[in-house]
């Protein structure tokens, strides 16, 4: 019997559903489909086991389906479903928010809710033009970004992006948006262990979007601190301090895009903390409940909440943004439990720990066919393909099926490779990924 056969599924039944990011035809011709989940691993609907070699999208950062999550929210959705969260309030999600405060660089200590990644990088920017408004400085209404970010696929995220095909198909986007440009060059970089060397002088290019645009226009700048969806890349040394510094001087609000890198992806609890370097607002998602229930956040620094406060009359509404799911019962419940987790495990440590084991195995594929680059830091990894004439990412498509079918999964973005296993990983099932990792790309044309 065929895979969706045993399934239930009837032979059209995969035809419907129309899946984001993928390629529809390819994976309806010959479906992965994935039943079960747990820790390390999942489970095909024909019953093999896949070590999780990208953590789901970056954000099984416990593992799967970790029991003390699960149980946290079957007890919370029998206990009450859900809260409205306009004018009303239920006690976890002041718990999630205070716990996190807790957890945040000081001064970012206030936070919202709400449920992906893009939806938290739209609300900061939303945040970052009326908080200028508010402080009578309204001509500050310009974004800037950076050529291959990605910040979700909202139209304020899309727009300061800077993945082209993210892009290009929709229209004129957002009006008074720029870019810097990226951090990569592979002539300066190749093979860095951890922060490059070169590149922090990059940073002094938001100096020349001041010349060109005038502080006075802009409102804010959004960065990944190590660039994910793109591939990641590593900020050179020196280049988020020079960012800080520059935003600092001219009125510019610094919002660090933390959905992958925050919950202990580079060995801390954020990447500002790993970097030493403090942004006015922080998203935040994925790791933040294990991906069990979807939820984000915006940390923003204290007195950008106070102004708003400060700015509302007396029982009117403060801020004029929020989703219906915002702060959702179930998604602090998992939040609640995922965060004890993380820290009953020591799992951020544990990442800071396994990483120079995870380095060199990742740089021991530095011998392996069409390998033009090997990146890292934390838990996380890249191996650049040099691509196929003509055809670009079809090579790491190849790779990443030859892959599933040796039972390992990860993410491909052009043709590189990239790892983010859950945090839990052990020593043996790092060699374990980069042993089937060598053999598929020494064996894919
Ligand atoms: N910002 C960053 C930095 C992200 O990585 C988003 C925002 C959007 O989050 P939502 O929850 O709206 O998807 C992301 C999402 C990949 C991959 O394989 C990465 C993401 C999503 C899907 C795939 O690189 N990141």
Redesign the pocket.
């Known amino acids: 019997m065929s895979q969706t056969a045993s399934l239930g599924l009837g032979p059209n039944d995969l035809e419907s559903y129309w899946m984001p990011?993928t390629a529809n035809r390819q994976f309806k011709s010959r479906p992965r489909l994935i039943v079960a989940a747990k820790d390390m691993h999942l489970t095909t609907a024909d019953g093999r086991k896949i070590i999780d070699g990208?953590a789901g999208?970056?954000c099984v950062n416990a593992g799967h389906c970790r029991e003390t999550i699960v149980r946290a929210v079957q007890e919370q959705v029998a206990r009450m479903d859900y809260s409205a969260p306009f004018q009303g309030g239920h006690p976890g999600q002041f718990e999630v928010g205070a716990r996190l405060a807790l957890m945040a660089p000081s001064k970012l200590n206030h936070l919202l809710f709400a449920c992906?990644?893009?939806?938290?990088?739209d609300t900061a920017l939303k945040v970052a033009i009326a908080y200028h408004r508010l402080r009578g400085e309204g001509t500050r209404t310009r974004l800037i970004g950076r050529e291959r970010?990605?910040?979700?696929?909202?139209f304020g995220?899309t727009s300061v992006g800077g993945m082209v095909n993210n892009r290009k198909f929709f229209g004129p986007l957002l009006n008074g948006v720029d870019h810097l440009p990226h951090t990569y060059d592979r002539s300066k970089m190749a093979f860095s262990r951890g922060q490059p060397e070169w590149g922090g002088h990059l940073a002094d290019a938001l100096e020349g979007l001041v010349q060109l645009h005038d502080a006075s226009t802009i409102a804010a700048v959004i960065v990944?601190p190590m660039?994910?969806?793109?591939g990641v890349l590593v900020p050179p040394k020196g280049y988020l301090e020079r960012l800080r510094e520059l935003c600092t001087t001219h009125g510019i609000l610094l919002i660090f895009?933390?959905?992958?890198?925050g919950f202990g992806r580079l060995g801390a609890g954020f990447a500002a903390e790993r970097f030493g370097v403090v942004p006015d607002m922080m998203?935040v998602?994925?790791g933040l409940t294990n991906a069990t229930v979807?939820m984000?956040a915006v940390f923003v620094r204290n007195d950008i909440y106070e102004t708003f406060l400060a700015a509302a009359p007396e029982n009117a509404i403060d801020l004029f943004h929020g989703y219906t799911y915002s702060g959702h019962p179930l998604a602090t419940a998992a939040a609640k439990a995922t965060l004890d987790l993380y820290q009953e495990e020591r799992l951020f440590e544990r990442a800071r720990e396994l990483e120079p084991y995870w380095e060199n195995a990742i740089h021991g594929l530095r011998d392996c066919r069409h390998v033009v680059d090997i990146r890292n830091i934390g838990l996380v990894g890249a191996i650049e393909l040099e691509p196929r004439p003509g055809k670009p990412t079809a090579r790491a498509f190849d790779v990443f099926l030859k892959g599933f079918d040796r039972g390992l999964t990860f993410?491909i973005?052009g043709d590189t490779v990239?790892l983010s296993p859950p945090l839990i990983i052990t020593r043996s099932q790092i060699d374990e990924i980069f042993g089937i990792l060598r053999e598929v790309i020494n064996t894919v044309d």
């Open positions: 990011f990208s999208m970056w992906s990644g893009s939806e938290a990088v970010g990605y910040h979700g696929v909202g995220g990944e660039a994910g969806s793109t895009d933390e959905v992958i890198t998203t998602a994925k979807p984000s993410r973005t990239a």
